[in-house]
């Protein structure tokens, strides 16, 4: 059971079924002793607080409070969700030290170990302030990995997990479509500046494109991404059930008028999904995967190609009827070039994380050619953005170290682990794995056009990945 149903039967004051759920998740239990129930009520109530945590996650326009100087930047990177993620590690901190000191576990300790020192000498190296804060992010990811990691052993909160984590999704889904049906349709514009967003860029030249809470149409990409997963693996559990294809289906147009460059992440994930579904099952043409494969990788090198070149529509020219659009370099090459020199000046360490925000000005001035990209750099410098490029923003602010940490610690997880899952897990478990290495797949893929090692649902599958090492066999 999970908290949907307890708050449920709570409300319905049906006593009896409300003791009975909280006994099926552990917190009442006679048989066992005073410590056995105190450490499951600690996980219960860690589940709970999870669930709440995933239901926050989407959640981007929170209040801030009026401070200056070094607290603002502080507050500009606390979210809700971080003191959700404190509350989990009080709660959890005696089974995430046992899972620290278990053997099994030595490998990714080490590498995390590593990941976590390249930071902080990066850090160190730069003695920024915003360098120490983005550190401190580091950190409290890798918290939330290990929380998730901890929690998602026992199978049965592992499907809990993935239920909040697609029905979370499925809200925003379908927020998203009535709003764009009440905007285009009903001509009724509800909330509007929550839930569209007008870029005149290549991804949203005949459309407004929906974000629901999240910061940008990218973000709410990916945490479509997040709810496919889930949903694929509920699915999985019950090919009969045909609710969670129509809200698959749902997540999937919710993406499509989100219409943005990580839907290429995204189209790779889906056809290795059908991938699975067809080595397992069966019952697919061998080609339909293939096919899908192909085509997706086909979107991402055609959306590469319009990361460098930028059209725009043209209005007005009678001088030349067929001339629709005009080209010209896109922000994004300046940005990822402007990464790219800031490694090369400093390669080791990188400028520092976090940095490239507040000295990319420095860097995009030597990319000047002429009077164009004059007034282009400029206003890039103004606008204080990332390189939208996880892995040239992971070379420009940790250098090599940092890069060599990272690509250690998804190559464990989605290469090594993958061999070893694969002799010990149980064909549904395996499948199971493999969706979600699917979904990290994609969301790697999408990397190459917005910084994705900051979100946190990524961490929240990397730390469902982890768990089949010590998956729960009852």
């Given at each position: 059971m999970d908290i949907w149903s307890i708050i449920w039967s709570y409300m319905r004051l049906n006593k009896y079924r409300y003791f009975c759920q909280i006994k099926s998740l552990g917190l009442i239990n006679k048989s066992n002793n005073s410590d056995n129930l105190y450490d499951k009520f600690r996980l219960s109530l860690g589940l709970i607080v999870f669930q709440v945590y995933i239901l926050l996650l989407p959640i981007y326009e929170i209040p801030k409070l009026s401070v200056s100087g070094y607290l603002e930047e502080f507050i500009k990177k606390i979210e809700y969700v971080d003191l959700l993620l404190v509350l989990l590690f009080l709660l959890l901190a005696k089974d995430i030290y046992q899972y620290i000191k278990n053997k099994k576990n030595k490998p990714l300790i080490i590498i995390l170990f590593i990941v976590v020192v390249s930071w902080i000498i990066s850090a160190i190296y730069s003695w920024t302030y915003i360098g120490l804060l983005d550190t401190l992010g580091l950190m409290m990811l890798i918290l939330l990995f290990l929380v998730v990691a901890v929690l998602a052993e026992k199978k049965r909160y592992f499907i809990i997990i993935n239920r909040t984590n697609f029905y979370t999704v499925a809200v925003m889904s379908l927020i998203g479509i009535i709003m764009f049906i009440a905007k285009y349709f009903i001509d009724v514009k509800i909330f509007d500046p929550y839930f569209a967003e007008q870029y005149s860029g290549n991804a949203a030249v005949f459309m407004?494109?929906?974000?629901?809470?999240?910061?940008?149409?990218?973000?709410l990409i990916t945490y479509i991404h997040f709810g496919l997963v889930s949903g694929s693996i509920l699915w999985m559990y019950d090919w009969h059930r045909k609710h969670y294809l129509m809200i698959l289906?749902?997540?999937?147009?919710?993406a499509l008028l989100a219409f943005s460059r990580s839907l290429s992440g995204l189209f790779i994930s889906i056809a290795l999904f059908v991938a699975i579904y067809s080595n397992f099952e069966n019952k697919l043409n061998v080609l339909v995967p293939k096919v899908m494969l192909s085509m997706s990788?086909?979107?991402?090198?055609?959306?590469v190609f319009f990361s460098f070149v930028h059209f725009r529509s043209v209005k007005g020219d009678m001088v030349n009827i067929f001339k629709l659009y005009s080209w010209s370099i896109d922000d994004r090459y300046y940005m990822n070039m402007a990464?790219?020199?800031?490694?090369?000046?400093?390669?080791?360490?990188g400028s520092g994380p976090g940095n490239y925000t507040f000295t990319s000005k420095e860097y995009l001035a030597l990319l000047?050619?002429?009077?164009?990209?004059?007034?282009q750099v400029n206003a890039l410098a103004l606008r204080k953005l990332d390189p939208h490029n996880s892995y040239f923003g992971l070379l420009a602010e940790n250098g090599i170290i940092g890069f060599i940490s990272f690509s250690a610690l998804f190559y464990y997880l989605l290469v090594?682990?993958?061999?070893?899952?694969?002799?010990i897990l149980s064909e549904t478990e395996y499948m199971s794995y493999l969706i979600i290495r699917g979904g990290l797949i994609g969301l790697l893929v999408s990397g190459i056009f917005m910084d994705?090692?900051?979100?946190?649902h990524l961490w929240v599958l990397l730390g469902m990945s982890y768990s089949f090492s010590g998956f729960d066999k009852s």
């Open positions: 407004d494109r929906i974000r629901v809470f999240t910061k940008s149409p990218e973000m289906t749902l997540m999937i147009i919710a990788i086909l979107f991402v090198i055609i959306t990464a790219f020199e800031m490694c090369i000046h400093n390669p080791v360490f000047k050619n002429d009077k164009q990209d004059d007034r090594v682990r993958n061999r070893k899952n694969k002799n994705i090692l900051s979100l946190r």
